[in-house]
């Protein structure tokens, strides 16, 4: 079953501008990760956030997340056209059972 | 090498065909994974194997067999397939035993089945 579900939303930004989505999840997880997928090939691991942390920065990304509110959310800053791409959080329960939710398909107009 | 190698890129079958898609990973992962992913939704867990032994198996129609020949290698045997199981098949490995089990995915194979 699939844990981690983005509330679905498809954005158009202009390059520059920051790109905010969201995922929710419904039972208790090791780590919450978040990935890129471009136009329907190979998923590429963006980062992973661990239950006990709260935020972590990666570069031009921003993750957060909210055991309580069972929660977490993604922020690409300063978006470039390259960035265009679907963003999937995937949740770890433990035993290597890594579940993928809805995605958002994110496209950054140059 | 941090590479995870599917063939083939592309198949087409037909119902009464049976095919293999493989994959390959140099990493010395011990945890292999195959998800199925239709257009526009997020991939399914299909199989989970540690150390080349069945983990999860997510009530996968027998049609589509697994199998994991040694620690580099997957591979996934289809038999029987429907036309609904046309998607994208993904194949991921990632290290057990570590608390940031990072997935690395191959490109993906594109079945059509006719």
């Known amino acids: ?110 | 090498d941090t590479e995870v190698t599917q063939t083939p890129k592309h198949l087409v079958m037909g119902m009464t065909n049976k095919k293999s898609l493989k994959c390959e990973q140099h990493m010395g992962h011990r945890a292999m994974y195959w998800y199925k992913q239709k257009a526009k939704k997020p991939p399914e867990l299909m199989f989970v194997y540690s150390y080349e032994k069945l983990s999860i198996n997510e009530s996968v129609p027998s049609r589509f067999s697994p199998e994991c020949p040694n620690s580099s290698l997957l591979n996934l045997h289809l038999h029987a397939l429907q036309p609904e199981d046309s998607a994208l098949y993904l194949c991921a490995s990632s290290l057990t035993g570590t608390p940031e089990p990072e997935a690395f995915f191959g490109q993906g194979t594109r079945l059509t089945v006719v």
């Not at chain 1, 136009?39 to 990304?61: A, C, D, F, T």
């Not at chain 1, 929660?71 to 390259?82: D, E, G, H, N, P």
Request: proline share 2%; aromatic share 6%; charged share 20%.
């Open chain 1, 1 to 110: 079953s699939q844990q981690g579900e983005e509330d679905p939303q498809a954005l158009s930004i202009q390059e520059g501008e920051n790109a905010t989505m969201n995922c929710s999840y419904k039972t208790s997880i090791n780590n919450l990760q978040w990935y890129r997928q471009n136009s329907g090939r190979g998923l590429v691991h963006l980062i992973l956030i661990r239950s006990n942390e709260r935020e972590k920065h990666s570069g031009r990304l921003r993750v957060t997340l909210d055991t309580s509110k069972k929660s977490s959310s993604l922020l690409i800053t300063a978006s470039r056209a390259a960035d265009t791409a679907s963003y999937f959080c995937a949740t770890d329960g433990g035993n290597n059972r890594l579940a993928f939710g809805k995605g958002n398909q994110v496209v950054v107009i140059p």
